[in-house]
C-alpha cells in the first residue's frame, strides 16, 4: 500500500508549526530584552541629567567634589548615544512587529491542523496548497529577521528547551 500524502502534509505542518514557533518565541525573548535595555538607558539617562544638574549646584563651590559634574554629564551623553547607536528603539520595533506577525501565522496553521483533525479524510491537494502557502509567509517573515547582537547561543538554547517542552505537553494531551 503507497504511502499516505496526508501523513506527509501532517508531518510537515507539524514541523513548520515548530519552526514559525521557535522564530516568534526568539522574537519575543529579544523584544523583552530589548525592551529591558531601553528602559534602563531612559533611566540611567534621566538620572545622571539629574545627578549632572545636582552636581553642578552642589558641588560648585567645592573642589573637592567639582569632577563629579563632568562625570555626570558624560555618563548621560554617552549612554544617550549608546541608545541611538544600538538602534533600541527601532530593534523594539522590529522585534514587536516580527513577534505580530509570526504569531498570526501559528494561528493559521493552527487552524489548519484542527481542520486536518475534524476531518481525517481531507483533500490532500486542497491541504497541500494551503501548507505551502503558509511555508511561503515563513520564509517572507525569515527573511525580514536581522542580525540582532542580544541574540545569544544561550538564548537560543532557553527557547528551544522551552519550545519543545511545550510541544512535548501538547503531544500527551488527552486526544492528541
Not at 494561528?107 to 505551502?132: H, P, S, Y
Not at 547561543?153 to 492528541?176: C, D, H, M, W, Y
Amino acid at each position: 500500500m503507497p504511502p499516505d500524502p496526508r501523513d506527509a502534509i501532517w508531518h510537515e505542518t507539524q514541523v513548520l508549526l515548530y519552526n514559525v514557533s521557535y522564530a516568534e518565541q526568539v522574537q519575543e525573548a529579544l523584544l523583552v530584552r530589548w525592551t529591558w535595555a531601553d528602559s534602563v538607558t531612559k533611566i540611567a539617562v534621566a538620572i545622571s541629567s539629574a545627578g549632572s544638574a545636582l552636581a553642578g549646584l552642589v558641588f560648585w563651590k567645592n573642589t573637592d567634589y567639582t569632577f563629579l559634574w563632568p562625570l555626570f554629564t558624560s555618563a548621560s551623553a554617552l549612554l544617550a548615544i549608546l541608545s541611538k547607536q544600538l538602534s533600541v528603539a527601532e530593534n523594539l520595533k522590529d522585534h514587536a512587529t516580527s513577534a505580530a506577525e509570526l504569531s498570526t501565522l501559528i494561528i493559521d496553521i493552527g487552524t489548519l491542523i484542527v481542520r486536518m483533525k475534524v476531518n481525517t479524510e481531507f483533500a490532500a491537494a486542497e491541504f497541500e496548497k494551503e501548507l505551502l502557502a503558509f511555508r511561503g509567509e515563513y520564509r517572507k517573515q525569515s527573511s525580514k529577521l536581522k542580525y540582532d547582537l542580544l541574540l545569544t547561543e544561550r538564548l537560543r538554547k532557553q527557547v528551544q528547551e522551552k519550545l519543545t517542552a511545550s510541544f512535548s505537553i501538547e503531544q500527551n494531551e488527552p486526544g492528541k
